[in-house]
């Protein structure tokens, strides 16, 4: 059974910083490219970044680029998402996300509020 299931979530500061996690299991994490999506309060999933099985190839979305970096850890069956510089508009629940033959996974979300 595909399982994921992030974490690192949390209330920050404008201007702070937040280190999300994905724990991947139940499928061969490192065959598979890997990508974060979020939803703001009352808006649509909106994509966030993506990487390659290997880590060698990563997208940013326009936005967010020099402030958000993706990443992963093949050895530890791991996604991350580093983000930096965090503004109001970031605030939303943040997924990681498997295509895995056709079919799209999704872990159960981590809260995101950037507030003073």
């Known amino acids: 059974e595909v399982q994921l299931v992030e974490s690192g979530g949390g209330l920050v500061q404008p201007g702070g910083s937040l280190r999300l996690s994905c724990a991947a299991s139940?499928?061969?994490?490192?065959?598979?490219?890997m990508a974060w999506v979020r939803q703001a309060p009352g808006k649509g999933l909106e994509w966030v970044a993506g990487?390659?099985?290997?880590?060698?190839?990563?997208y940013v979305q326009e936005s967010m680029k020099g402030r958000f970096t993706i990443s992963r850890d093949n050895a530890k069956n791991t996604l991350y998402l580093q983000m930096n510089s965090l503004e109001f508009e970031d605030t939303a629940v943040y997924y990681c996300?498997?295509?895995?033959?056709?079919?799209?996974?999704w872990g159960q979300g981590t809260q995101v509020t950037v507030s003073s």
């Open positions: 996300n498997a295509h895995i033959r056709g079919l799209d996974y």
């Open positions: 139940g499928f061969t994490f490192a065959d598979y490219a």
């Open positions: 990487i390659n099985w290997n880590g060698d190839t990563r």
